[in-house]
C-alpha cells in the first residue's frame, strides 16, 4: 500500500462537520483483496489491538468491525478502523472516520477526524505500515513508533494558557482557529476578528509589552508611582555585579533584565562567590544582567485582567521528596515522569530542570545531584518559585486583601497592560502590610496554568476574565453569513445580496467565482467560491458581513470556510459536474450542496427555490431538520403549491404575482417592487434573473433589511457592470450582443428564452462547454442551443480540462448537426475569433449570445469594436420593448 497525499479539511465537509484528514490510500496488490483472503490476518491484527474488538463500525453495535473483517472487508476500511484504534495511545482518542471508494479501484479516501493534526498525520503511516506488517506477517516495532508519536503530539501540542483560550472560546460559541504551530490564534470573525498569542491579545499594547521585557524601566516606573519595588541596579560585568551587591547589601537577587518564565534567576544571594556564579548564570539567556535587593514574604503570582484582580496563586519551588535510596537526580527523574509534567508548558506542570541556578544552590545547602536525602525530607532545588522550572501553585484568589488587590490593578495600569502577571513578594497576602516585601516584577503573556490547574486549592476560570474583556456581554464574535449555493445563479445571487447589503452603507466581504470583494474593492480575481476565500474574508476587520458563493467544488474538495452560517440560499439543482468528484446523478449534486443547509445555525435561515422539485423537499431530510430553523421559499408562480402549503402553516415567502414580487409571512402580505421596474429582469423576460431577485430579498429580508431599501438598491444594480459575466448586454449598431457565462443546459435554456422573448430577426450563439463535463452533458447542451438559435459558432475553451484539442467542439458540431441540421454551424477554435466571426456577419436586428468563458476579453474586444455597454434602465426596456432593433 502507498499514501499518496494526506489533505487536511479544517471546516465542515461531506465526511464530518469536525475537521478530518483526507488520505489517498492506493491498495496496489491489495486492491479487490478482502481480510479474509489473506491467512491469518484477522488473528494477527486482533492479537496485536484487542481494544479494535469494540469498534461498532457501520454496524452500531460492539463487535461491527470484528463481524466486518470476518466476512470480508477492504484494507482501506481496515487501516481506518487501525489509526482511530491507535489515537487512544497517543492521547488524541477520536473515533470517527469514513472510508470511500474512488473511480480507481486501486485508490480509496480514507477520512478521519483528529485532534492533533501532526500526531493523526503520523498515524495514519503507522496504520499503513501495521497493516502492511500484518497481511505479510512481519514483525512491526509499534510501541517504538507510538513513542515517537507522543512525542510528535506533545511537540505540536499548544500549551495549557492557550488551550484553557481555545475551550473557553468553544463553550461560548466564538469561531476560534489556530494559525501556527504555536500559540497563535484567530478569533471571531470579520470586525469582531482579533489575534491572540498566548496570553497576549490584540488589544495589548506593544509598548506595555516592552516595558515589561524591561525590569530595570517596569521598575522605575512603579517606584514613580508610590509602589513597593525592590532597589536595584543594571550591571555588564562580574565586577558591576559585586559593586552592586555591596550598595544593595545581602541578599541579593541577580536574574536576566529581560528574562522570563525564571530562566537565570538566583535568589538570596549572600557572598561574592554565589553572585559571581549567579552573574554566569544569568548570561546564559541575556547580556544585561539585574542584581536587586531580596525582599521578604511568600512569592505570590497574581493575574490582573482588563485592569481588575482575577486569580493569584501562591508559588512554590520545584522540589523532591527524599526516599534514602534515591539521589537528588533520581528524585528529579522520578518526579519528572509524573504524566502531568511536560516539556516547557506542553501540560499542566513543567518538568524540573536542572541547570546551573540548581547546582549552585543545591551547594549553597552542603547538598549535590549525587546526595541521596532521608525518608521524608524537602529538598528545595530552587528558591524562585516559577512554574516553568518546575514550580508548583495553590490558589489564594479568596485571600487577597483589597489593599493588594488594588495595589496590583494600580501596577498593571501604569505600564498599560491589558492582562498582566504580577509577581509579588508578600508577608501574607491576606494582610495590608507589607513588611520588607514589594513587587518584584510584571509580565507580559503570563502563564494561565498555575489558575486553571492549581496543584492545591480552587481552579479560576481566567480564559473566560479575558474573554469578558475582549468579548464583552457575553458577544460570541460573530457576524452574520450569508451563504449561497446551487446549480445556477449563484454568483448574481451573490452580487444582488452584497450590492444590497453595501446600499445600507454595511462593509459586506462578498466572494464568487470571479474573485473577492471587500465592500466596493475587488481585492483577487479568479474563482473564489472555495473555503481559502471565505477565509480572507472572514479574517477582514472591517467587515461587518459576509456573502459567500459556496461552489460544489470547494465544498467536496475542501469542506468550508465558515463553521456556521445565519442564511443559507439554494437557487436551484441542475445536472451539472456529473462524472466529477464522485457525482455521479443530480441527487448526488444535491447531496453535496445539503451541508450548507446543515451548518445554518439553530434559529437561522434557510432560502429554497419552491420550483424546484427537489429543494422542496429538503426541509424533510433529516440532517437538515434535525436542528429547528426557519424556512422560507420563493417561486416566479404564486400559485406555486409548495408555497401555498408553507403560507398556510404561517411560514414565509416570495412570490410573483402580475408585475409585482410579494412577500407574504403571517398570513399577511406586502408588494416589495414591480418586475419590471428592476433593469436586471430585462422587463421581466429574464426569468432566471426574476428567480436571482427573489432570492436576494428573501434573503436581505431575513438579515433584516427594509423592504423599500431592497427595492432601492435593486433598481440600482447595474447587471453590465456590477454581474461581470452574466447576460451582460451591449448595442452594437442596431443589433444587440450579450455576454453569458452559462456552462450548462439550464443557463443555456434560460438565456435563450431571454433572447427570444426580445423578438430578434435572427439569433447566433457563440458556444462552447468545459472539457469536464461527461459526453451526455455536452449533447444534451448543445441539443438545447440548437433549440434556440438560427446559426451556432462553436468554439474551445483554452482549459480543455482533460480533453484532447478538438475533442469537444467535434462532439458539440456532430451532435447539432444530427440534431437540427438546418442550423448553420461553424467551428471556430478560438473565442475570439468565434467572437469576430459572428460579429462580421452581424444583420441588423439581430442577437448574438456569446457563452464565454473570459467574459473580460470579450467585453475588451466588443469594446474596441464600437460596441457600447447597455446598462441604463430605460435603455434596456427600450430593447424589450422593440425588440432589438434599436437604433444607436
Not at 467551428?827 to 468565434?834: F, K, L, M, Q, T
Request: include cysteine.
Amino acid at each position: 500500500m502507498v499514501i499518496e497525499q494526506i489533505k487536511t479539511i479544517t471546516g465542515p465537509n461531506v465526511y464530518s462537520y469536525d475537521p478530518v484528514l483526507v488520505m489517498t490510500l492506493d491498495l496496489e496488490d491489495l486492491a479487490g483483496k478482502e481480510s479474509y483472503e489473506i491467512p491469518g490476518f484477522n488473528e494477527r491484527i486482533l492479537a496485536c489491538l484487542p481494544g479494535i474488538q469494540e469498534h461498532v463500525c457501520g454496524l452500531g453495535r460492539r463487535g461491527g468491525f470484528v463481524e466486518r473483517l470476518r466476512e470480508g472487508t477492504w484494507f482501506g476500511h481496515i487501516v481506518e478502523h487501525v489509526a482511530l484504534e491507535l489515537t487512544d495511545e497517543l492521547g488524541i482518542s477520536v473515533n470517527r472516520g469514513k472510508t470511500v471508494g474512488t473511480s480507481d479501484p486501486r485508490k480509496f479516501l480514507v477520512a478521519v477526524s483528529y485532534k492533533s493534526e501532526e500526531g493523526m498525520k503520523f498515524l495514519l503511516h503507522v496504520a499503513v505500515e501495521l497493516v502492511q506488517a500484518l497481511v505479510d506477517g512481519r514483525h512491526y516495532p509499534l510501541e517504538a513508533k507510538l513513542q515517537e508519536g507522543r512525542d510528535l503530539v506533545e511537540r505540536y501540542a499548544v500549551g495549557p494558557s492557550t488551550q484553557a483560550i481555545i475551550d473557553e472560546a468553544r463553550r461560548r460559541d466564538i469561531p476560534v482557529q489556530r494559525l501556527n504551530d504555536g500559540s497563535l490564534l484567530r478569533l471571531g470573525y470579520g470586525t469582531h476578528s482579533m489575534l491572540m498569542e498566548a496570553s497576549i491579545s490584540g488589544r495589548t499594547s506593544v509598548i506595555a509589552v516592552d516595558l515589561a521585557s524591561d525590569k530595570d524601566m517596569t521598575k522605575r516606573l512603579l517606584e514613580d508611582a508610590a509602589l513597593p519595588v525592590p532597589a536595584g541596579r543594571v550591571v555588564n560585568s562580574p565586577e558591576g555585579a559585586l559593586r552592586a551587591m555591596e550598595e544593595l547589601g545581602v541578599p541579593v537577587v541577580v536574574k536576566p533584565l529581560d528574562g522570563n518564565q525564571g530562566k537565570g534567576v538566583s535568589l538570596n544571594l549572600r557572598s561574592a562567590e554565589d553572585v559571581i556564579a549567579a552573574y554566569r548564570a544569568a548570561c546564559a539567556y541575556r547580556s544585561s544582567i539585574v542584581v536587586e535587593a531580596q525582599l521578604e514574604g511568600r512569592d505570590y503570582r497574581v493575574l490582573v485582567v482588563g485592569g481588575r484582580v482575577v486569580a493569584a496563586s501562591e508559588k512554590k519551588p520545584a522540589n523532591v521528596f527524599g526516599d534514602g535510596v534515591h539521589t537528588i537526580r533520581e528524585l528529579i527523574e522520578i518526579t519528572n515522569r509524573d504524566p502531568r509534567r511536560g516539556d516547557h508548558h506542553s501540560k499542566s506542570m513543567s518538568r524540573i530542570t536542572c541547570d546551573l541556578v540548581v547546582e549552585a544552590f543545591l551547594r549553597r545547602q552542603g547538598l549535590d545531584l549525587l546526595t541521596i536525602p532521608d525518608i521524608g525530607q524537602t529538598v528545595f532545588l530552587r528558591e524562585s518559585a516559577n512554574l516553568s522550572t518546575g514550580g508548583e501553585a495553590r490558589d489564594v484568589t479568596d485571600l487577597v486583601h483589597p489593599r493588594v488587590r488594588e495595589l496590583c490593578e494600580r501596577a498593571a495600569r501604569v505600564v498599560g497592560l491589558d492582562i498582566c502577571g504580577i509577581d509579588l513578594i508578600w508577608p501574607d497576602i491576606s494582610r495590608p502590610d507589607q513588611g520588607r516585601g514589594g513587587i518584584v516584577e510584571l509580565n507580559a503573556a503570563p502563564g494561565l496554568r498555575m489558575h486553571h490547574f492549581p496543584g492545591e486549592g480552587q481552579a479560576r476560570n481566567v480564559s473566560a476574565a479575558i474573554l469578558d474583556m475582549l468579548y464583552p456581554d457575553r458577544g460570541n464574535g460573530r457576524i452574520p453569513i450569508v451563504s449561497v449555493t446551487g446549480t445556477n445563479g449563484k454568483t448574481t445571487t451573490t452580487r444582488m445580496i452584497g450590492h444590497v447589503l453595501c446600499s445600507e452603507g454595511i462593509t459586506a466581504g462578498m466572494t464568487t467565482t470571479d474573485g473577492i470583494w471587500i465592500g466596493c474593492e475587488q481585492i483577487a480575481r479568479g474563482d473564489m467560491t472555495g473555503p481559502w476565500s471565505a477565509r480572507v474574508v472572514l479574517s477582514d476587520t472591517t467587515v461587518q458581513a459576509a456573502v459567500l458563493e459556496t461552489a460544489r467544488g470547494g465544498i467536496v474538495r475542501s469542506g468550508l470556510g465558515y463553521d456556521w452560517s445565519d442564511i443559507a440560499v439554494f437557487t436551484n439543482i441542475q445536472a451539472d459536474h456529473l462524472g466529477q468528484d464522485g457525482i455521479d446523478t443530480v441527487d448526488d449534486v444535491l447531496r453535496i450542496k445539503t451541508l450548507v443547509a446543515e451548518r445554518v445555525r439553530e434559529r437561522g435561515t434557510i432560502i429554497l427555490n419552491a420550483d424546484d422539485e427537489r429543494l422542496s423537499q429538503l426541509p424533510l431530510n433529516p440532517r437538515v431538520a434535525r436542528i429547528p430553523r426557519e424556512y422560507v421559499f420563493f417561486s416566479l408562480d404564486v400559485n406555486n403549491i409548495v408555497v401555498q402549503r408553507h403560507l398556510a402553516g404561517g411560514g414565509t415567502g416570495y412570490v410573483v404575482k402580475g408585475d409585482w414580487i410579494e412577500e407574504h409571512r403571517g398570513g399577511s402580505s406586502r408588494r416589495i417592487v414591480r418586475v419590471s421596474e428592476i433593469p436586471s429582469t430585462f422587463n421581466g423576460t429574464a426569468d432566471f434573473q426574476v428567480a436571482n431577485v427573489l432570492a436576494c430579498i428573501a434573503a436581505t429580508r431575513a438579515y433584516g433589511i427594509e423592504p423599500e431599501a431592497i427595492r432601492s438598491a435593486l433598481l440600482s444594480f447595474d447587471n453590465s457592470r456590477q454581474n461581470d459575466g452574466r447576460a451582460n448586454v451591449y448595442e452594437y449598431h442596431d443589433s444587440t450582443v450579450v455576454l453569458d457565462y452559462g456552462h450548462n443546459t439550464h443557463a443555456i435554456e434560460a438565456i435563450s428564452r431571454m433572447v427570444t422573448r426580445w423578438g430578434a430577426r435572427r439569433t447566433t450563439a457563440v458556444f462552447g462547454l468545459p472539457g469536464d463535463r461527461t459526453d451526455d452533458l455536452i449533447q444534451e447542451a448543445s441539443r438545447a442551443a440548437a433549440r434556440h438559435f438560427d446559426s451556432i459558432i462553436v468554439r474551445e475553451d483554452i482549459d480543455l480540462r482533460g480533453r484532447q484539442p478538438g475533442e469537444v467542439p467535434e462532439l458539440i458540431r456532430r451532435t447539432i448537426a444530427e440534431y437540427a441540421p438546418q442550423i448553420q454551424l461553424t467551428v471556430v477554435p478560438s473565442e475570439i475569433a468565434a467572437l469576430e466571426r459572428a460579429m462580421a456577419r452581424i444583420d441588423s436586428g439581430e442577437a448574438v449570445v456569446c457563452f464565454s468563458e473570459h467574459q473580460r476579453d470579450c467585453a475588451e474586444w466588443l469594446l474596441n469594436a464600437g460596441a457600447r455597454v447597455c446598462g441604463d434602465p430605460q435603455k434596456i426596456r427600450e430593447i424589450v420593448a422593440r425588440g432589438v432593433r434599436v437604433s444607436a
